[in-house]
């Protein structure tokens, strides 16, 4: 049985991806939303796909915690991410990976309400955890893979 196993895993076809120094990357950065906390971008583009950074609950304006509730902190978090896909030249509408991150999973309901009025058409693959803790003390981080428009 070993041996059909080693063949068979010999068998399969190999695709190599070449990552070299000609690869595109474009930076994209909102005034819009809040001014990273490090030494990081917004978002970056490659090909046809963007990969956002966390957003906490951040004021655009203040750089701090928009309130100390997961409502509001959940609704401010996706207002910086769609800001930011707008930036990249993409959409809520685009988005097809969604990883949240929580201070506590027991929000996991609350959240799902604020999240399903973001997420009207399409409603995109999704993960959620539990942490132990988030920039600024935030009790929520969404960060997201979109396409491009």
Known sequence: MKQFIILFLFALPVTIISCSSSRKLAVADSKDAPKVI???SHAIK???LIYTSGQIGLSPV???LVGSDIATQTSQALENLKAILLEAG???NHVIKVTVFL???NDYAKVNEIY???FNEIKPARSAVQVARLPKDALIEIECVATMK
Request: hydrophobic letters at 15%.
């Open 38 to 40: 490090g030494p990081y």
């Open 46 to 48: 490659t090909g046809k």
């Open 62 to 64: 203040t750089n701090t």
């Open 90 to 92: 993409s959409d809520l």
């Open 103 to 105: 201070k506590d999973l």
């Open 116 to 118: 399903a009025g973001y």
